[in-house]
């Protein structure tokens, strides 16, 4: 049974400012592109030089892309080799129309992210994810239990809009969704959403409002996780996703998992409560549950000070 604790934020951080130096001449991450199922994905990767090394694949969230790694990478790269990847849909991997022939399920990009660590990687690999992210983190794992060694779970979907989760929701906070994923799936109505939503100002107060310190949001960020929604099909994927209600939940997932989990959780996360996932801890599979003081639904991108050290000593723990 796992025990729940407050990293010190302020011990963190005089250990990131000392490693920030030891990989500052760490050579930024390349942007490379592979090949699956027909469809062009999109990757980074980084620490080549560590051949010997543990392998780490970064999974993103919804509506985000590997780029949301970029604070994480250089810190990861000067003791493994890491890898982040744009899942199909997302940053620089394809779009292709929902059902023709793949449908954008955690199925899906688990199969992925299983064939990428088959592929590309080569070995078994640590997962590290955030939001949506985890929960592929976790579908690869039991689809293949071989191939990953461990996954860390950063502010972990709830999937609450899941079928089965709305079930356990008061009736008002439950009954709407159903009729607004069917008003969102007209198509006329679905795009001019979507184009108010893929602008800088309104994208700057989603973030605002997902993360737990504001002064991490900024134009830069805004600017590039907005650049692949203007892609051919972008506007689809959206659909496809908001109208999901399937498929496995946290609490499908995590009994089944054969390899160790490490849980971080931001106690400002407004979109995936706290208070809901504390429960995670008592999983077998979860060794620890950290809950991270300011920090909202991004702890990778909002403290990479506090998250770096903690993933990379995690991982150094497994070897």
């Not at 980074?44 to 892309?65: C, L, R, T, W």
């Not at 979907?157 to 439950?174: F, G, M, N």
């Not at 309104?202 to 996780?225: C, F, H, P, W």
Request: hydrophobic share 40%; charged share 20%; glycine share 6%.
């Amino acid at each position: 049974m796992s025990s729940s604790h407050q990293p010190d934020t302020q011990s963190n951080s005089s250990v990131e400012n000392t490693a920030s130096s030891s990989v500052a001449s760490v050579a930024r991450a390349t942007a490379e592109t592979w090949e699956w199922q027909g469809f062009t994905i999109g990757y980074q990767v980084a620490g080549d030089e560590q051949a010997n090394a543990p392998a780490v694949v970064m999974i993103h969230g919804f509506g985000a892309s590997s780029i949301h790694w970029r604070k994480n990478i250089p810190a990861f790269a000067a003791t493994y080799r890491v890898y982040a990847i744009d899942l199909l849909g997302y940053g620089k991997s394809a779009k292709p129309t929902p059902g023709d022939p793949l449908d954008y399920t955690f199925e899906t990009w688990g199969k992925q992210v299983l064939a990428f660590c088959q592929q590309v990687v080569g070995q078994g690999a640590f997962l590290v994810a955030n939001s949506i992210g985890c929960v592929v983190a976790m579908q690869t794992a039991v689809l293949a239990p071989e191939w990953v060694r461990g996954v860390a779970l950063l502010d972990c979907s709830l999937r609450l809009l899941h079928d089965r989760k709305r079930q356990t929701l008061p009736w008002y906070r439950s009954a709407p969704t159903p009729y607004i994923q069917k008003v969102l799936s007209y198509r006329p109505l679905i795009r001019l959403f979507f184009n108010q939503l893929a602008k800088p100002k309104a994208v700057k107060n989603i973030l605002r409002q997902a993360y737990g310190r504001k002064e991490e949001v900024t134009d830069e960020l805004v600017s590039l996780l907005l650049e692949p929604a203007f892609d051919p099909g972008a506007v689809d994927v959206f659909l496809a996703f908001i109208s999901y209600s399937q498929g496995p939940i946290p609490e499908d997932l995590l009994p089944q998992l054969s390899c160790p989990a490490l849980i971080l959780w931001g106690k400002e996360d407004p979109w995936e409560p706290i208070e809901l996932a504390r429960a995670y801890a008592e999983y077998p599979a979860v060794e620890d549950f950290i809950e991270l003081e300011g920090v909202g639904h991004c702890p990778q991108d909002e403290a990479p000070e506090v998250v770096n050290p903690i993933l990379i000593d995690w991982i150094a723990s497994k070897k």
